[in-house]
C-alpha cells in the first residue's frame, strides 16, 4: 500500500500532466466563437474524456446577443443523437438554474439505464458565459482531483469564451465601419454623378415644390413614376433637404434581391439563423441609422417582408432575422415604384395597411412625354457633360436635331434621353452629333407611349389617342409617297388635304422624315 505521501505525489504527477493537456487543447481562444468553434470545443471535451476516463463531458457557450447558444456533447462509447444531446441539456438545464458555480448530482444515465453522476461548472464567476459538464457512471466520481481538473478546465474554457467574445465584438464593430464606409463610398460616387435636377416645365416645377414641402418632415413619401423619370434622383433631393442631409442614405432595390435574402438585406440576421449565415449581419436599415432609406420597386416585396416593413413604419423597430430582440430604427423611409401599387392592392398582392402608410406623401413624377419643354435643356446638359468626361468639344446642336429629340417618344424617359446622347457623344466626329443613328431604329413616334388603342367596338378615343392615329395615317401616306407632300404623286392629294393643310398639321403633330 502507498503512502499517503507518495500517493499525493503521484495525484499532483496526474494532475499536472492533465493541466498540461488541458492547457494545449485551449491554446487558440479566438476560435471559441465564430466559425472554428466547435472544432475547438470538442478537443476540448475530448481531452477532458480521455484524461478523466469519463463516458461523456458537455459545453454550452451562450450567445451574448439574442443569438441562439451553441453546445456541444461527446461521449465516450461512440455518437451522440440528437435526442440523447437534448437530455443532457434537460438534465442540466435543472442543475443549472442553481446558483452555485459547481453541482455534482446524480442523474439518470441519457444513454441507458442506471444512474450517472454529473459534475457541471458554470463558465465565467460574475457573469455566466455558458455552462461545462462531466458525466461518470463509476461511483465516486468526481474525486477530489478530478473535480479540481475539471475546474481548471472549466476556467479555462471560460477564459477563452471572454477573450473570443471581446475580439468577436471587436471585429463586429469594425465590420460595421467597413459596411458603413463601403457603403456611403458607393453612395458617394452615385451621388456625386447624378445630382442636379435640370427642368423648368411646370409638370416638373410642381414635383419640386412638393418636394421643398416634404423634405424637412419626417413624413414618408411614395415617389411614382415610368421607368428613369428620376424617381430616384427626388428621393435624394428630398434626403438632401431634410435634417438628415448629413447623415447616409441607402438606397435598396428591392425587385434586385432576390425575395428569399430581401428580409436578411434589409434587417440584417444572427448568425446561424439560416443555412450559410456564418457571422451575423447587419441590414440596410441599420445602416441608415440616423439617416434616410430608399426602397426602390417597393412593390416587389414579399408578403412577410410587408409586414415587417409597416411594423418599422408604425413602431419604429425591427428584428433581425433568426433575433429575438427588437432593433430600434432611427430611420427616414423614402419608397419607389414604377407599377401601379394601388392595382397591386386591390389584387391583393400589396398589403392594404402598407399601401396608406407608405402613400402618406405621393410624388408623381411626370414622364418626359409630358414635358417635352425640359428636353432642350437636358439634352444640353448631358452633352456637356459626357463631352466632358470623353474630352470632347461638342458644337451647340442646330434646331432641326432638338426638334427631333423632343418628337421621340421617350419610352425610357429621362435615362433614355441620357443613354442616346451618351452615344451619340462617343460616337460623334468632327464636334458633330449623329442623333439619328443615336435613336433607336423604330423612329421617332409615339408607338411606344401606350398600346394602340382598340380597334372594335365604340369605345371614345382621348385627345391622344384621337391624334396618335391621325399622325401613324400620315405617316403611313408620306411613307408611301416617299415624303413627297405636294403634286399629283404627293400625300396630300392621297390623303384629301390641302398640302399647306398637310404641312401644319405634320408640324403640330412634329411628324417629320428621319434617317
Ligand atoms: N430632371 C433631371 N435632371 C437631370 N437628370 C435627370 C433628371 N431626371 C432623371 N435624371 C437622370 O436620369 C437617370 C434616371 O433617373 P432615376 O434613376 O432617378 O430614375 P428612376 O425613376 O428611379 O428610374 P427606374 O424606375 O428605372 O429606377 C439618372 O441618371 C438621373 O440622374
Ligand atoms: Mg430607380
Redesign the pocket.
Known amino acids: 500500500m502507498e503512502t499517503p505521501a507518495a500517493g499525493t505525489a503521484d495525484e499532483v504527477k496526474r494532475l499536472q500532466r492533465c493541466v498540461d493537456e488541458l492547457a494545449g487543447a485551449l491554446a487558440p481562444p479566438a476560435a471559441w466563437i465564430g466559425r472554428e468553434s466547435p472544432s475547438v470545443a470538442t478537443a476540448l471535451l475530448d481531452v477532458v474524456l480521455r484524461i478523466l476516463d469519463l463516458d461523456f463531458a458537455y459545453a454550452r457557450v451562450d450567445d451574448p446577443i439574442d443569438g441562439a447558444p451553441m453546445e456541444w456533447v461527446r461521449r465516450r462509447d461512440g455518437p451522440v443523437g440528437p435526442a440523447r444531446a437534448r437530455e443532457v441539456r434537460e438534465a442540466l438545464q435543472r442543475l443549472a438554474s442553481d446558483d452555485a458555480s459547481t453541482m455534482i448530482r446524480p442523474v439518470s444515465d441519457p444513454w441507458g439505464g442506471g444512474v450517472v453522476s454529473l459534475a457541471a461548472f458554470r463558465l465565467g464567476s460574475q457573469r455566466s458565459v455558458g455552462l461545462f459538464a462531466a458525466g461518470s457512471r463509476r461511483t465516486g466520481f468526481p474525486t477530489e482531483a478530478e473535480r479540481l481538473v475539471l475546474q481548471v478546465a472549466a476556467n479555462q474554457a471560460a477564459l477563452a469564451v471572454l477573450e473570443a467574445r471581446q475580439s468577436d465584438d471587436r471585429s463586429r464593430a469594425e465590420e460595421r465601419m467597413r459596411e458603413v464606409a463601403l457603403a456611403l463610398r458607393e453612395e458617394a460616387d452615385r451621388a456625386s454623378r447624378?445630382e442636379?435636377?435640370?427642368?423648368a416645365s411646370a409638370p416638373?416645377r410642381t414635383v419640386l415644390s412638393y418636394v421643398a414641402k416634404v423634405a424637412p418632415t419626417e413624413s414618408t413619401v411614395l415617389v411614382t413614376?415610368?421607368?428613369?423619370?428620376?424617381?430616384?434622383?427626388?428621393a435624394r433631393a428630398i434626403h438632401k433637404g431634410s435634417r438628415r442631409a448629413s447623415r447616409g442614405f441607402v438606397s435598396v432595390n428591392c425587385a434586385a434581391i432576390p425575395q428569399s435574402l430581401i428580409a436578411s438585406e434589409l434587417f440584417g440576421h444572427e448568425r446561424g439563423a439560416f443555412t450559410g449565415a456564418l457571422q451575423r449581419r447587419i441590414g440596410r436599415f441599420e445602416l441608415a441609422e440616423g439617416g434616410t432609406i430608399f426602397l426602390?420597386e417597393v412593390g416587389e416585396l414579399p408578403p412577410e417582408t410587408q409586414l415587417a416593413l409597416l411594423r418599422v413604419l408604425q413602431e419604429r423597430e425591427f428584428e433581425r432575422v433568426g433575433g429575438a430582440r427588437p432593433v430600434r430604427a432611427d430611420v427616414r423611409v423614402l419608397a419607389?415604384t414604377?407599377r401601379d401599387l394601388r392595382a397591386a392592392m386591390e389584387a391583393g398582392s400589396f398589403r392594404e395597411d402598407l399601401y396608406y402608410r407608405l402613400n402618406v406623401f405621393p410624388v408623381a413624377?411626370p414622364s418626359l412625354r409630358e414635358r417635352r419643354g425640359?428636353i432642350p435643356l437636358?439634352v444640353q446638359?448631358f452633352v456637356d457633360r459626357y463631352a466632358r468626361d470623353a474630352g470632347k468639344r461638342i458644337q451647340r446642336l442646330a434646331p432641326e436635331s432638338v426638334e427631333l429629340l423632343q418628337s421621340y417618344a421617350w419610352p425610357g424617359n429621362?435615362?433614355e434621353l441620357?443613354n442616346v446622347i451618351e452615344r451619340a457623344v462617343i460616337t460623334s466626329r468632327g464636334g458633330r452629333l449623329n442623333l439619328e443613328r443615336a435613336l433607336p431604329a423604330t423612329g421617332v413616334d409615339d408607338e411606344h407611349a401606350r398600346p394602340a388603342p382598340e380597334r372594335t367596338g365604340n369605345a371614345v378615343l382621348t385627345a391622344h389617342e384621337l391624334a396618335r392615329l391621325e399622325r401613324e395615317n400620315l405617316r403611313r401616306a408620306l411613307e408611301a409617297t416617299g415624303w413627297q407632300i405636294a403634286g399629283e404623286s404627293g400625300a396630300a392629294r392621297l390623303l384629301g388635304l390641302a398640302p399647306s393643310t398637310l404641312a401644319s398639321r405634320m408640324k403640330a403633330l412634329r411628324l417629320r422624315r428621319h434617317r
Do not use: H, P, S
Open positions: 447624378f442636379k435636377i435640370v427642368g416638373l413614376g415610368e421607368t428613369g423619370t428620376g424617381k430616384e434622383l427626388i426602390d419607389a414604377n413624377m425640359d437636358l446638359y429621362v435615362r441620357q
